[in-house]
């Protein structure tokens, strides 16, 4: 699991395409101090698992499913890409809970200063859409952020100067695409409003009467 904290900015070393898969060799700094083959990083928001290791810089493969639904495929050696380790039993929980599951991508409409921040217009399709509301958190590239509003096509963000900084986001532009996660949550309690396939009955408010709600 991760926060949607970025520890770091790492780097594209190489990238060796398959028939529908690919490794990645990516160059790193902070997160290599206590890094191990086996651990998780979530990379441009993606969660892939560490195969092998050098010294600043570890690789990992992307399998045909992540490749078809985030814009991991389109990274090439240069290409730099935000970073995290799994969260620590006992590290701070400053984002929102984060999966590294990557529901689809969206696309950049309009970037645009307001002050001291950086608004993102981000269109996405309707069945992620769903999942979004204002004031609510999703993770682009990997990024925890609050959604200021939503409208018919996507919705936006404000970005402080630190995170632009601190992220990949300072170089996105309009026609861009950025990996996007909605909220767990909203995903878990769509399954439990959902009809149950065995009774055809979900979380009703004829099902809570009937267990003393």
């Given at each position: 699991?991760?926060?949607?904290?970025?520890?770091?900015?790492?780097?594209?070393?190489?990238?060796?395409?398959?028939?529908?898969?690919?490794?990645?060799?990516?160059?790193?700094?902070?997160?290599?101090?206590?890094?191990?083959?086996?651990?998780?990083?979530?990379?441009?928001?993606?969660?892939?698992?560490?195969?092998?290791?050098?010294?600043?810089?570890?690789?990992?493969?992307?399998?045909?499913?992540?490749?078809?639904?985030?814009?991991?495929?389109?990274?090439?050696?240069?290409?730099?890409?935000?970073l995290e380790r799994a969260l620590a039993a006992?590290?701070?929980?400053?984002?929102?809970?984060?999966?590294?599951?990557?529901?689809?991508?969206?696309?950049?409409?309009?970037?645009?200063?307001?002050?001291?921040?950086?608004?993102?217009?981000?269109?996405?399709?309707?069945?992620?859409?769903?999942?979004?509301?204002?004031?609510?958190?999703?993770?682009l590239d990997g990024v925890s952020l609050t959604?200021?509003?939503?409208?018919?096509?996507?919705?936006?963000?404000?970005?402080?100067?630190?995170?632009?900084?601190?992220?990949?986001?300072?170089?996105?532009?309009?026609?861009?695409?950025?990996?996007?996660?909605?909220?767990?949550?909203?995903?878990?309690?769509?399954?439990?409003?959902?009809?149950?396939?065995?009774?055809?009955?979900?979380?009703?408010?004829?099902?809570?009467?009937?267990?003393?709600?």
């Amino acid at each position: 699991m991760f926060t949607g904290i970025i520890e770091e900015i790492g780097r594209v070393r190489a990238v060796r395409h398959g028939a529908r898969s690919a490794v990645l060799q990516i160059a790193a700094d902070k997160i290599m101090d206590d890094l191990a083959v086996g651990d998780s990083v979530a990379v441009g928001g993606v969660c892939l698992t560490v195969t092998e290791l050098w010294p600043g810089a570890f690789a990992a493969d992307v399998m045909p499913e992540t490749l078809s639904r985030s814009n991991l495929g389109g990274l090439v050696p240069g290409s730099r890409v935000n970073l995290e380790r799994a969260l620590a039993a006992d590290g701070r929980f400053g984002g929102h809970i984060v999966s590294g599951h990557i529901d689809g991508v969206g696309r950049v409409q309009s970037v645009r200063r307001d002050g001291n921040a950086l608004w993102y217009e981000i269109a996405v399709p309707a069945e992620l859409l769903r999942y979004i509301v204002a004031k609510g958190s999703v993770a682009l590239d990997g990024v925890s952020l609050t959604v200021a509003r939503v409208s018919g096509e996507g919705f936006a963000v404000s970005v402080i100067p630190h995170t632009a900084a601190a992220t990949t986001l300072a170089e996105r532009q309009p026609g861009d695409t950025v990996n996007i996660e909605c909220d767990i949550l909203a995903k878990y309690v769509e399954k439990l409003l959902a009809p149950a396939e065995t009774e055809n009955r979900g979380l009703t408010l004829e099902f809570l009467r009937e267990n003393g709600f």
